[in-house]
């Protein structure tokens, strides 16, 4: 199946700082990505929409300001958490649909710890 | 609103087979899908199927889905410790548009 590719997959920052996480699609395009926030032992959490070339929808609940999410190019979506806090600390997985828009590949997913 | 429902927990022995169960309320659901996720790690696509199929089989893994009940069923065969994971169901309305989850099920096989 399609391969999408996210990087760091662990991360540690102070508090106050920014973070970036990477989402891509290795062999296919991807219009359209999604990052979730998955807590311990819990499901997985959606909080935006990334489209590329527009801006990106966010799930209600979901600070745009504190979660920006840039999908520049067609193979690249970026999550940033901005002023991270100790609260922030989670699991972020994106996914991409494959071309054909019927099967969704999540990336392995980033372990942010904030401190 | 859209809501996806799964058992939180399934014991197997090893070599018998498991049978996770879903149950979705959006009748307009095109997409239907089985996810695998292991400890720290993403979520590993199993299998999808549509929504005018009944069945669905491939190797070690039989989907089945009742339509008219809104229920789906993951069926594993022969199983394994290496199958002891988390198991998400989701469903998807097509065109690209979001999946919703249901809240996963640990499976834990025991020799």
């Known amino acids: 199946g399609a391969v999408v590719s996210q990087h760091p997959s662990r991360v540690i920052c102070k508090s106050g700082t920014s973070v970036k996480i990477e989402c891509r699609s290795l062999?296919?395009?991807?219009?359209?990505m999604f990052w979730y926030r998955q807590f311990p032992k819990q499901s997985l959490m959606l909080m935006a929409t990334?489209?590329?070339?527009?801006?990106?929808?966010?799930e209600q609940g979901v600070e745009k300001d504190k979660f920006l999410i840039n999908h520049a190019s067609l193979t690249l979506s970026t999550l940033t958490v901005t002023s991270a806090h100790p609260e922030d600390s989670s699991f972020y997985i994106c996914?991409?649909?494959?071309?054909?828009?019927?099967?969704?590949?999540f990336g392995q997913g980033t372990r942010l710890t904030v401190v | 609103g859209e809501d996806v429902e799964q058992s939180l927990f399934l014991s197997v022995r090893e070599g018998d087979s498991s049978v996770i169960n879903c149950t979705y309320t959006?009748?307009?659901?095109?997409?239907l899908y089985w996810y695998k996720q292991e400890p720290g790690a993403g979520l590993q696509l199993l299998t999808y199927?549509?929504?005018?199929?009944d069945m669905k089989q491939d190797q070690r893994l039989t989907v089945l889905l009742n339509k008219k009940d809104k229920h789906l069923s993951l069926r594993i065969a022969d199983t394994q410790t290496g199958d002891s994971a988390i198991y998400f169901c989701?469903?998807?309305?097509?065109?690209?548009?979001?999946?919703?989850f249901g809240a996963g099920t640990r499976l834990a096989v025991h020799p």
């Open positions: 959006d009748s307009s659901s095109t997409y």
């Open positions: 990334s489209n590329e070339g527009s801006k990106a929808t966010y």
């Open positions: 996914s991409a649909f494959n071309e054909g828009g019927t099967e969704a590949f």
């Open positions: 199927i549509f929504s005018n199929m």
């Open positions: 062999d296919f395009q991807a219009t359209t």
């Open positions: 989701a469903e998807g309305t097509g065109g690209y548009n979001k999946l919703i």
